[in-house]
């Protein structure tokens, strides 16, 4: 398949990803991905990844084109640089979240830092990788992304556990009848633990079942998002805790 190139500095992307040939194991998905990257190389390899796995691609180098070609066209998943000429990837997102656009997005970048992988996800982003990445990990964690976005997206009745309801449908979360912002991945992590109170969840669980991720790869984000979501429904201050269970995982559990 294709790839558009709107920026004139990326218009030998395809030639050169044409030149890396490798072989990888073609999903039952087809995504259409916009990439967000600056640095031609780098989008090179991404773009062939894409290409040879039966993916579509469409490359921006500045975040302001990216923001009107998002607004403008229909994309699956979105991969964002941090580094960019104009602003940074964290504020692009800010810029998509705002539209109240749950769409998948995931952080390719060289910043490895954990405050790095902190604020991305603070700020809505579902999954973060450092660059360069792994073609076949880039590949399953965008299709993984895909499916979660379509499981969230299905009709489901609202789920009631005073004081809170969560809705599936709207991807909502509701403390005392007043709405709790939550992001995409927290919304997704709460239903999880709120359909299975006073379980002990594992890691590998909790990650296939919001991430679709192996436990073996950024079990952090879990942490970071069990943290958040703490936070966020006020927990244990509203009567349920979040218990952390030492080499296994969490359980949701009421006070008292």
């Keep these: 398949m294709s790839c558009k190139r709107p920026a ?42 894409l290409q040879t ?4 691609c469409e490359v921006f180098s500045r975040g302001e084109t990216f923001l009107r070609g998002t607004l403008h066209e229909t994309f699956d998943v979105l991969v964002l640089d941090w580094g960019l000429p104009d602003m940074s990837g964290v504020k692009v997102l800010d810029a998509i979240r705002q539209r109240h ?14 405050q790095d992988v902190v604020d991305a996800l603070s700020h809505g982003a579902d999954d973060f ?30 789920l009631s556990v005073p004081p809170f309801v969560f809705d599936p449908a709207a991807s909502a979360a509701k403390l005392n009848g007043e709405p709790v912002e939550l992001t995409l991945r927290q919304f997704q992590l709460a ?5 299975n109170v006073g379980r002990l969840l594992s890691r590998t669980y909790l990650l296939e079942a919001v991430w679709g991720l192996n436990a073996q790869v950024q079990t952090r984000t879990l942490d970071i998002h069990v943290s958040q979501l ?27």
Excluded: C, M
């Excluded at 966020?232 to 008292?256: D, F, Q």
């Design 129 to 158: 990788l450092v660059k360069p990445a792994r073609p076949a990990e880039l590949l399953a964690r965008l299709t993984a992304l895909k499916r979660r976005a379509d499981s969230a997206g299905a009709v489901a009745q609202p």
């Design 230 to 256: 703490r936070s966020a429904l006020k927990l244990p201050e509203n009567g349920w805790r979040i218990t952390s269970v030492y080499a296994h995982g969490y359980r949701l559990e009421p006070l008292g």
């Design 101 to 114: 656009d749950n769409i998948p997005v995931l952080f390719l970048t060289s910043r490895d830092a954990e």
């Design 53 to 56: 796995a039966g993916h579509s």
């Design 191 to 195: 239903v999880v633990l709120f359909r």
């Design 8 to 49: 004139s500095d990326l218009a030998a992307v395809i030639i050169r990803a044409q030149h890396v040939r490798q072989d990888y194991v073609r999903e039952d998905i087809t995504l259409r991905v916009a990439l967000l990257e600056d640095d031609p190389d780098h989008a090179a390899q991404t773009v062939n990844s």
